[in-house]
């Protein structure tokens, strides 16, 4: 889309047309005086790029960074900042206590990769008398994805020592963590903020409400089973199922009595997941035989997009089309694949893969 004309000739005619016909004279090729328009031109569709680049800032499709957030703010919706990833931690004393051991808020416990990752509790939680653990909710001391991922038992280094406090773990894995809102989910969060206008309890607002609690969410599905029942089944980012955590930050968003109809009666799930297993042969042509290393690195590399772009929106069918496609494209001449089989995937249900075997079967003619 262009509001003014980029294009160097049309500009460059159009100076030459106006002065030749101002001054009576023919500016032949080599003309000095055709050469300083030329320069003119040059600048003059440079400031014409300026102008077009600003103008499209006004629109939703081109806006981008501060000037999206602006776009954003006519419907009153932020930008989602960054948020930090939680877990559980249980603290576990030497020996039960005859008092209470206090535990306070921003107790911190790191990594054990990196000491310097630190989880810090969010709340005073304290073991009871004649008790060895508690449980406590912990948030990473910084705000992204950077913390997620983090298995049980990883965030074990106690950095705040406590009197009779043994050990610290997490007992969940760190999930929920996500960076500040790129441009595309925020275009698409503020195209859809109309739908969270009405009250009426469109499927539309509930999405639009439920992405809005967190970044890391990438889809979301919304069904009704039976009247004043909405179920609301939130996906993250890679195809991640959301934990207990997440999924209460969603319920939170959607069971707001602002955004809410009075008689919905509104459940918060993790999407179920539909497990597939990839077994596969491919053949590369004889005449590709200097790049068999190559392709063999491209089809590895497509069939781990395959298994993303499968698991990366809720209810997309499993396609196996779609993965002999980006085998071929990779650069394998023939593929047989015996699974997965096309399947049919809920709205609520998320593609995820099993085991993987891939087989390159050799070289084979035309």
């Given amino acids: 889309m262009e509001y003014v004309s980029e ?3 049309t500009s460059l005619n159009h100076m030459i047309t106006t002065y030749e016909a101002a ?3 023919v500016l032949y090729p080599g003309d000095p005086v055709r050469l300083f328009l030329l320069s003119i031109a040059a600048i003059i569709v440079q400031q014409r790029t300026l102008i077009n680049l600003t103008a499209k800032q006004n629109l939703l499709k081109y806006a981008a960074g501060p000037m999206l957030d602006h776009l954003g703010a006519f419907t009153e919706t932020p930008r989602l900042p960054a948020a930090p990833s939680a877990t ?3 603290f576990t004393l030497s020996a039960p206590q005859l008092s209470a051991v206090s535990i306070p808020a921003g107790t911190r416990v790191s990594t054990e990769s990196d000491p310097k990752r630190y989880f810090a509790t969010v709340a005073f939680v304290q073991v009871a008398p004649g008790q060895l653990t508690v449980d406590a909710l912990a948030l990473c001391t910084e705000a992204g994805a950077l913390g997620n991922g983090y ?3 990883q965030i074990n280094q106690i950095v705040d020592p406590i009197p009779f406090l043994a050990t610290a773990s997490n007992v969940t894995v760190s999930a929920g963590g996500a960076d500040t809102e790129d441009d595309e989910a925020y275009r698409e969060r503020v195209h859809t903020a109309p739908e969270s206008f009405s009250v009426a309890g469109p499927s539309g607002a509930y999405r639009h409400w439920a992405k809005s609690a967190s970044a890391s969410i990438s889809d979301v599905a919304v069904f009704s089973p039976s009247a004043c029942k909405v179920v609301v089944v939130p996906l993250l980012e890679n195809g991640e199922i959301p934990g207990q955590s997440l999924l209460n930050l969603v319920d939170e968003a959607v069971n707001d009595r602002t955004r809410r109809p009075l008689t919905d009666q509104v459940t ?3 999407p179920s997941a539909v497990t597939y297993n990839i077994v596969l042969h491919y053949w590369i042509s004889k005449d590709r035989t200097s790049e068999v290393a190559a392709i063999q690195a491209a089809v590895t590399q497509a069939i ?9 929106r809720l209810g997309r069918n499993i396609n ?8 071929m494209d990779a650069g394998a001449h023939r593929v047989n694949v015996t699974g997965p089989v096309y399947t049919e995937v809920e709205p609520d249900e998320v593609a995820i893969a099993g085991t993987i075997t891939p087989t390159y079967g050799g070289l084979t003619d035309d």
């Fill in 7 to 9: 294009d160097v000739t």
């Fill in 23 to 25: 001054s009576g004279r």
């Fill in 88 to 90: 559980t931690l249980r």
């Fill in 151 to 153: 298995g049980v038992g």
């Fill in 268 to 270: 918060v799930q993790a």
């Fill in 304 to 312: 781990t997009g395959f298994v993303l772009w499968q698991k990366s």
């Fill in 320 to 327: 196996p089309s779609e993965l002999i496609r980006r085998i």
